[in-house]
Every structure is written in C-alpha cells, then in structure tokens.
C-alpha cells in the first residue's frame, strides 16, 4: 500500500531532550515536506526537500532540523525541544514538487508535546 | 505573501443538502489548488487538484472550480452525508512547486 509512515504517533517530552520524529514513504517520491498545524494558525510549512541531498526552509524553521540522505526518508529533528514546539506534525510527499499535478500524500501526523 | 482565507469556519447542515465552501487566495500566481478533508486524529486526504490553467475538477459528489482572476475557488457537495462531517482544507501550490499554503479549513457537520 502507497504510504508516507510517521513515527511516533504520540510523544511527550521535556524541554532541551533531542528527538526525531521519523518519516517514510514507499512511493519513489522525489518531493517531501514536514508542516505543524496549531490552532488558529493552521498549517504551516517547517523545511523541504526536493530530492536527495537537497532541503530547504519553510516558513517557520526554527528550531527544527532535517536530513534526506535517503529518498524514502525525511526525518525531522529537534535538538532541543522547547514548549512552543507543541504541536501537530505532519509529513507529506509527492511525485516532483508541491505544485505539481500530483496531490500531496500526508502521514497520519505525530502529535508533539514539549513539557 | 500568498494568504489563503476559507469561509465559514464552521458549518452545519441536515443531510441530503448541497452546499459550498469557499476559499479565496490573494496571489493570482498560484500553479495548483488543492482541496483536502481531515478527519478528527487524522492525517489530510486529498479530494481534488485544480491545475492552474484548468478551471474545475470533479470527482463522484464533489466539485471544485477555481477561478485565478478573482482569486477563488470553490467546493461544492451535492447531497450531503453524515460521513461527510470533517474539517475540508483547501491549499494553494506557490509557483515554485515548493510549498502549498493552507487555509485554516471549514469544518463541516452533516446531520442525520
């Protein structure tokens, strides 16, 4: 089954303990992205990565780091986690870019939180 | 910068009506507009992808037209289902092919 698998699902932790959230996808996608969605604030992109060896910022980046040594996997990094870094994460993939002709496929999401 | 704005927020209907959710974007240099539905713990699914040159895209009971010159578009349901209660997103893809923008979503509750 096409998927892009998000781990964990749930996690609590505390302030400054470095964690990876895990991303992957079986699809061969070359596009994929990492985006929190809060309250009131909807989704909002955190970094990119349009193919191997090639990431980018997003709009809110801080704090956050990522890798893609791999093309299935994008994992998101946060060496020390603060409370506003609570939150709903979501990862996404698709065929070449974003804005394509090809939707986004979206992990079921890791939801965050910073104690 | 791009803003995506969908109206209403929220919206409750009896089943078995049509009805139409609105997303309007401020920056006409849009290469998609995607449409989505997120169910409560849930990832997003995607519903419809309008390319930028077409104008509406259909799939079973829903239907998504897109008009770049006035900066909107728009998600029709014909014939409304309790199983289509969710929170519909809809998402403008930047030219770059390198982000899509979000709207903060229309939760929609179809009552039976």
């Known amino acids: 089954e096409a998927q892009v698998t998000q781990n964990p699902r749930y996690l609590i932790t505390v302030t400054g303990k470095k964690l990876t959230v895990t991303c992957s996808q079986n699809m061969n996608h070359e596009y994929m992205s990492w985006y929190r969605q809060d309250p009131g604030l909807g989704l909002r992109q955190i970094y990119y990565?349009?193919?191997?060896?090639?990431?980018d910022k997003g709009d809110v980046p801080e704090g956050y780091k990522v890798s893609r040594k791999e093309k299935r996997n994008f994992p998101l990094i946060l060496e020390s986690p603060s409370p506003n870094q609570t939150s709903l994460y979501f990862c996404?993939?698709?065929?070449?870019?974003?804005?394509?002709?090809?939707?986004?496929?979206f992990g079921n999401g890791t939801r965050l939180t910073v104690t | 910068k791009q803003e995506v704005t969908q109206i209403p927020a929220a919206l409750s209907v009896p089943e078995g009506e049509n009805l139409v959710l609105n997303c309007s974007f401020t920056d006409s240099a849009i290469y998609n507009l995607q449409w989505f539905r997120q169910d409560p713990g849930k990832g997003l699914t995607s519903l419809l992808l309008?390319?930028?040159?077409?104008r509406e895209q259909t799939s079973g009971r829903l239907n998504a037209s897109l008009d770049k010159s006035s900066g909107r578009s728009t998600l029709y349901i014909a014939a409304s289902q309790p199983g289509d209660s969710a929170t519909y997103l809809c998402a403008a893809g930047n030219q770059a092919g390198t982000a899509l923008i979000f709207g903060k979503g229309t939760t929609l509750s179809v009552s039976s």
């Open positions: 996404a993939s698709s065929p070449l870019q974003a804005g394509g002709n090809s939707p986004l496929h």
């Open positions: 309008i390319q930028s040159s077409q």
């Open positions: 990565s349009m193919n191997v060896e090639v990431t």
